[in-house]
């Protein structure tokens, strides 16, 4: 799988979006880009994952550039809640994918 | 989303005894489940993969005889720590995917948090 390169940490201002970088310009082309975020000791939450185009769901909206080689996660509200470690996995899917989770990016919403 | 539950949250145990950690899926029949550990201030480590009734597939480095792994139904995966010592101590979390669910996803359980005395 592709590795992926994140910020340490990241602070963002309660109600303003937060936006979460993601380099992964080794990706292939059957390669999704996954998001799962981590609050403090609970297990990982499922965000989001795409393939080419832009996503968006209830929790967030992820852009994928054209080339494929970053993604921007987007929190569009940042609440208090939402400070955790956000995990950006590039895997390839498939009936048995195993994600690798790397260091990721510490979000810490402030008041 | 999916929801996979972990038993017990929290377990204490002494040097020497085997612990049993359950993970369930809720809502959709997982057929692959997934085991993680995560030590303080790391990131999660796989330890292995089962797939309903079949043996489990263990990462380079961990020990199948020491942490048995059954997936006996498409809703139940069962993590084994067999002697723990107190170098297994960690937070151990499950992840499960399957039918209904798409293909591309894991949802995670809450984890269970083992500390060996």
């Known amino acids: 799988d592709a590795k992926t390169t994140q910020p340490t940490s990241m602070d963002c201002a309660e109600g303003r979006a937060a936006n979460l970088p993601c380099n992964h310009s080794?990706?292939?082309?059957?390669?999704?880009v996954y998001w799962y975020r981590q609050i403090h000791s609970q297990g990982p939450q499922y965000i989001i994952h795409?393939?080419?185009n832009n996503e968006t769901n209830e929790m967030a909206s992820l852009i994928i550039t054209e080339d494929r080689k970053s993604s921007t996660l987007i929190l569009p509200h940042a609440t208090l809640r939402d400070t955790a470690v956000y995990y950006c996995?590039?895997?390839?899917?498939?009936?048995?994918?195993?994600?690798?989770f790397g260091k990721g990016t510490l979000l810490t919403v402030n008041p | 989303g999916a929801v996979v539950s972990q038993h017990p949250s929290r377990v204490i145990c002494k040097s020497g005894t085997s612990v049993k950690i359950e993970c369930r899926s809720l809502?959709?029949?997982?057929?692959?489940m997934f085991w993680y550990r995560q030590f303080p201030k790391q990131s999660l480590m796989l330890m292995a993969t089962?797939?309903?009734?079949?043996?489990?597939?263990?990462e380079q480095g961990v020990e199948k005889d020491k942490f048995l792994i059954n997936h006996a139904s498409l809703t139940l995966s069962t993590l084994t720590v067999t002697s723990a010592h107190p170098e297994d101590s960690s937070f151990y979390i499950c992840?499960?995917?399957?039918?209904?669910?798409?293909?591309?996803?894991?949802?995670f359980g809450p984890g269970t948090r083992l500390t060996v005395l």
């Open positions: 992840s499960a995917r399957g039918s209904g669910r798409g293909p591309d996803t894991q949802y």
């Open positions: 080794t990706i292939s082309g059957n390669e999704y």
């Open positions: 795409g393939l080419k």
């Open positions: 996995i590039v895997n390839s899917g498939g009936s048995n994918y195993k994600l690798t």
């Open positions: 809502d959709f029949q997982a057929t692959t």
């Open positions: 089962s797939n309903e009734g079949s043996k489990a597939t263990y």
